[in-house]
Nanobody, 119 residues
Framework: VQLVESGGGLVQAGGSLRLSCAASGRTFSTYAMGWFRQAPGKEREFVASISWSGESTYYADAVKGRFTISRDNAKNTVYLQMESLKAEDTAVYYC?????????????WGQGTQVTVST
């Protein structure tokens, strides 16, 4: 599985962005998908994940209520809708795919997309 993120950029605090992660391969619908982020000088942290069916979603406390993860298995794409962005959301955002539950040890990773929130 190859993952390619897009949709990052510069946005003012309070604004919105939607990240996309396009996956190659015909087995996309069998993978759990997730988003992580890494800010300068910090460890990569979990942001959100979604089960293969889309029925179950999980969020980090820091983004709960502001971010929404979704997937379109027909398009082999997972999304992260980010609302009410804060300066502390600034990071490189990575997409991950895993047969089992999403974790830092997930099998596949994208190259990342930069999100910068200005104040």
């Amino acid at each position: 599985v190859q993952l390619v993120e897009s949709g990052g950029g510069l946005v003012q605090a309070g604004g919105s962005l939607r990240l996309s992660c396009a996956a190659s391969g015909r087995t996309f619908s069998t993978y759990a998908m997730g988003w992580f982020r890494q800010a300068p000088g910090k460890e990569r942290e979990f942001v959100a994940s979604i089960s293969w069916s889309g029925e179950s979603t999980y969020y980090a406390d820091a983004v709960k209520g502001r971010f929404t993860i979704s997937r379109d298995n027909a398009k082999n794409t997972v999304y992260l809708q980010m609302e009410s962005l804060k300066a502390e959301d600034t990071a490189v955002y990575y997409c991950a795919a895993n047969k089992a539950r999403i974790s830092r040890n997930s099998d596949y990773w994208g190259q990342g997309t930069q999100v910068t929130v200005s104040t």
